[in-house]
């Protein structure tokens, strides 16, 4: 049987590796955890040393990324939770590279964006290769594998549209609010529109759903995003957040996040990621 999932990891003389983890393991904390070494990288392939190494600290597992594509309104029910008509393209937005995080890293929030800070718990899509005009039908023949990620957001920046002029970006884009992990499971034989997860904010479950209530598809998302456009490898695509959300909560303002928070996102056969919110004076 062949690699099915890869983290990345320092072990204790902080050699940084990439290694398989055991089924077994995938859903508790992975620091600590035995994997399984592997030779190669996420691009040109893996193969197994048959060496096993303890995880240090488990790190991203792309050390790099080209940009976060970001898909919007994409789950039925929470569209219907914040009453808006769902468009006829999916709604796109991004976020630059150094969003990017680990599983485990703590997120350092501006003071300017702890007034409204809020989680979306997503699965998100790592494209294998530069690939342009991609057909539904061949889309997921470019899909390196499926993580977790959490599209930490500062309504403050985003709501109302006087503020952002019904632009995402600039209050989903800064440092850190993309984390993503804790293992990649590799595309081959995974359905991506049959997967369960949940968010929690300090062990309570704020979102559960399951794929299936996607509104576009993976296939057509990539399809949308590669229209006319080179999607390259390593881009991480957020596909959309379920209902549950921080901004929902009552009474109002209550679901927002605060200093010290926990929030864990964890993802069917994928693990969870827990991260801690941060606040700077």
């Given at each position: 049987m062949g690699v099915t999932n890869f983290v990345r990891f320092e072990d204790d003389q902080r050699n940084v590796l990439y290694g398989e983890a055991h089924a077994s393991a995938v859903g508790g904390n992975l620091e600590g955890a035995l994997v399984t070494v592997l030779s190669g990288d996420p691009f040109?392939?893996?193969l197994s040393t048959?060496?096993?190494?303890?995880i240090k600290k488990l790190l991203c597992p792309l050390k790099s990324t080209p940009i976060i594509m970001c898909i919007g309104l994409n789950y039925a029910r929470h569209a219907r939770e914040a009453n808006l008509a769902v468009p006829s393209n999916p709604v796109v937005f991004t976020k630059p590279a150094d969003a990017m995080a680990g599983p485990y890293d703590d997120i350092p929030i501006h003071p300017d964006t702890q007034?409204?800070?809020?989680y979306e718990g997503e699965m998100c899509v790592i494209i294998s290769?530069?690939?342009?005009?991609?057909?539904?039908?061949?889309?997921?023949?470019?899909?390196?594998?499926?993580?977790?990620?959490?599209d930490v957001s500062a309504r403050n920046y985003q709501l109302p549209a006087s503020v952002s002029g019904n632009q995402f970006s600039y209050a989903k884009s800064f440092d850190s609010f993309a984390p993503i992990g804790p293992t990649v499971l590799l595309a081959a034989g995974v359905d991506p529109q049959a997967l369960k997860y949940t968010t929690k904010v300090n062990g309570e479950i704020r979102q559960e759903t399951?794929?299936?209530?996607?509104?576009?598809?993976?296939?057509q998302i990539i399809a949308h995003l590669s229209r006319g456009t080179t999607l390259r490898?390593?881009?991480?695509?957020?596909?959309?957040?379920?209902s549950g959300v921080g901004l929902f909560v009552e009474p109002k303002g209550a679901g927002f996040l605060k200093h010290g928070d926990v929030v864990e996102i964890e993802?069917?056969?994928?693990?969870?990621?827990?991260?801690?919110?941060v606040f700077e004076k």
């Open positions: 040109s392939g893996f048959g060496e096993k190494s303890r007034s409204q800070l809020d290769q530069d690939a342009k005009n991609i057909s539904e039908s061949d889309a997921l023949s470019y899909v390196l594998g499926y993580t977790v990620g959490n399951g794929t299936d209530d996607m509104i576009w598809s993976v296939k490898r390593g881009t991480v695509i957020m596909t959309g957040t379920p993802l069917e056969g994928i693990g969870a990621i827990r991260n801690r919110m």
